[in-house]
């Protein structure tokens, strides 16, 4: 089975394999398999990957730095790989092959992206940023059915993106997990990191370091040196394509002006689209020439909008919606993703958990286009002969309004036949759905949703950007009562909350906020004891990292299930006792 952490695989691939030829024959996959694999078949199918194909060439790059750097590394593990049945694969961030070696591994120049050759480990892992492995009938190709597969990301230097992976390959071998190749793989990605920093000219590595110095976990740094850029994570999330781009003009305004009195003094200011962020940009020397810019974004106080900085982007002001309020990284990404698209009249797909706001998100869409109010259909309520009229009104383009149908999963069949009619006649109509994945699809709608995956948007559930619950509070609570304070919180009840697992996401979030406030009768912050009883677990005992968040999550919902059952919540989760135990107490969940 696929596997992005250090669980170990499942070794019975035969219901993997069942379902891979019902999907291959035309019929659903089966619920036998992960959601994750069952989507990356249907992207397969979606891009015209056939089950016969073979890795299609791809032309090398003349200078590849990777492959530079990696040379040393590979040719040191070259001959422990003689006589062996393991084959090494190096491949560049657009999973060209560049170098290989070992047991039949594919030819360098291969083509192994995802449009040309489907779902693999490599794939995986420069999506996930993380070591990810694939087994056998997991590949829509035919020639890698006998394979088993693990890629290790190799990172650049302080850039914080991948710009490659190392690929161990092993012939299919269902009783060993976890890959025998893990370690391999994970070591020479590891050397070949290192090669690159090493090799780094030094006015780069100076810049490199200031960079490193300045950018831990989540915080906005771009260090520039008038034509490239390396970008954390967190101003990845933060800035847009237009904004990095203005920051270069001024790096190179910086260097051209260093001689100058002022040129080599910190400057700050507004970022236009920032919502409320403002840059620091200092100058770095070398020798006692300034060969680059350190930029670092943070809130700007002085600004009533850091605190939120998601707002809708409205013509007319940008007025916040409740649940739609929120500064974490993912939940930006979607919705700039989301705005993005919505600039063209043309479909567009909402897809998330329920109760992640994806109703919410669509209005708003449309409130910041300033179009015309949407016809809107909810296939929750049942609507007979809405969709088929009103999609009839569109296609004969006769200004009907654009269209928005709410849980696309509960249309009808002569509903959803209704929207391919149209979409077939006019693939630009101005049509917007939303859809929860988990149930059970048939033919025609996964139809329907493949049409309309090149232009879909994923919401993040809640339990992926915890750090929105603080803002979002606010917004759910409302105006009070008259006479009444606004409903407050103590750090202890924050942390529950923080905590929590929210599968019913902000919905549910806002269900627990009005809870509280309809029935709760102390003054002062809400405390933990007020809180419903399944938010009072008690808290970890230091902040967890995002994975450690999820691994507690995953543990607390085993747990649930099985009543308290500490033996049968670590089978369920492929795990002993012993392990289950120690991570209890490492991300501070055991309970009396």
Request: hydrophobic share 40%; aromatic share 2%; net charge positive.
């Given at each position: ?10 070794t ?31 992207r ?42 393991t ?36 794939v ?20 890698w ?13 302080g ?52 960079y ?23 101003a ?25 009195a002022?040129?080599r ?61 929120g ?9 700039a ?48 002969g ?142 933990r ?14 902040r ?27 089978e ?9 135990y ?11």
């Open positions: 089975m696929t596997r992005i952490d250090d669980t170990p695989a499942a019975a691939l035969a219901p993997v394999r069942r379902a891979r030829e019902r999907f291959l024959g035309g019929r659903p996959p089966g619920e036998e398999i992960p959601d994750a694999l069952a989507e990356a078949w249907r397969a199918r979606f891009l015209g990957v056939r089950r016969d194909l073979t890795p299609p060439p791809a032309p090398v790059p003349a200078h590849s730095p990777l492959l530079d750097a990696a040379r040393p590394v590979l040719d040191r593990v070259l001959p422990t790989l003689t006589g062996g049945d084959a090494l694969v190096l491949a560049d961030s657009r999973c060209r092959v560049l170098w290989s070696g070992g047991a039949g591994p594919p030819a360098a120049g291969c083509d192994l992206s995802e449009r040309a050759v489907g779902h693999h480990s490599a995986l892992a420069l999506r996930l940023g993380r070591r990810a492995e694939t087994h056998g009938p997991e590949h829509v190709l035919d020639v059915q006998g394979l088993s597969a693990v890629s290790v990301p190799v990172y650049e230097p850039a914080g993106r991948p710009a490659g992976t190392v690929t161990a390959l092993t012939p299919l071998r269902e009783d060993r997990a976890p890959h025998p190749g893990a370690a391999l793989a994970e070591a020479t990605a590891l050397a070949v990191e290192s090669e690159l920093l090493g090799r780094a000219r030094p006015p780069e590595r100076l810049l490199l370091d200031a490193l110095g300045q950018a831990p976990e989540g915080r906005a740094v771009v260090a520039l040196d008038g034509s490239s850029r390396i970008v954390s994570s967190g990845a999330r933060l800035l847009s394509d237009e904004t990095l781009t203005g920051l270069e003009r001024r790096a190179t305004a910086l260097l051209r002006d260093a001689g100058a002022d040129g003094r910190t400057r700050e200011f507004p970022v236009p689209d920032g919502a409320g962020l403002v840059v620091r940009m200092t100058p770095v020397v070398h020798e006692g020439e300034v060969i680059g810019a350190l930029a670092v974004a943070r809130p700007d106080p002085a600004d009533g909008t850091a605190a939120t900085p998601a707002r809708t982007p409205g013509r007319g002001g940008g007025e916040r919606l409740p649940g739609l309020t500064a974490s990284g993912p939940w930006r990404v979607a919705v993703r989301a705005t993005g698209l919505a600039r063209t009249a043309e479909p567009l797909l909402l897809t998330g958990e329920a109760g992640v706001g994806k109703s919410s998100l669509a209005r708003a869409l449309f409130a910041w286009r300033g179009s015309t109010a949407p016809l809107v259909v909810d296939a929750a309520e049942g609507a007979p809405d969709v088929p009229r009103w999609c009839h009104a569109l296609a004969e383009g006769d200004g009907a309004p654009p269209l928005l149908v709410l849980h696309a999963e509960r249309l009808g069949q002569p509903d959803v036949a209704a929207l391919l009619s149209l979409l077939a006649r006019r693939p630009e109509v101005p049509l917007t759905a939303t859809h929860t994945p988990g149930t059970r699809v048939g033919p025609c709608l996964r139809r329907l949703l493949d049409l309309l995956t090149a232009r879909s948007v994923v919401l993040p559930p809640l339990r992926e950007r915890v750090e929105d619950i603080p803002v979002l509070l606010p917004e759910l609570a409302g105006r009070p009562s008259p006479g009444r304070p606004p409903l407050s919180w103590s750090l202890d009840a924050r942390r529950a909350l923080e905590q929590h697992s929210w599968p019913g996401n902000v919905a549910e979030l806002s269900q627990v906020v009005r809870e509280v406030a309809e029935h709760r009768r102390a003054t002062g912050p809400v405390r004891g007020e809180l419903p009883p399944g938010l009072r677990v008690p808290p970890a005992a230091r967890l990292s995002g994975m450690e968040r999820a691994e507690r999550t995953a543990i607390l919902e085993a747990l649930r299930r099985h009543g308290g059952n500490k033996a049968r919540a670590a369920s989760l492929g795990i002993g006792r012993a392990t289950l120690r991570k209890l107490r490492a991300l501070g969940a055991d309970q009396p």
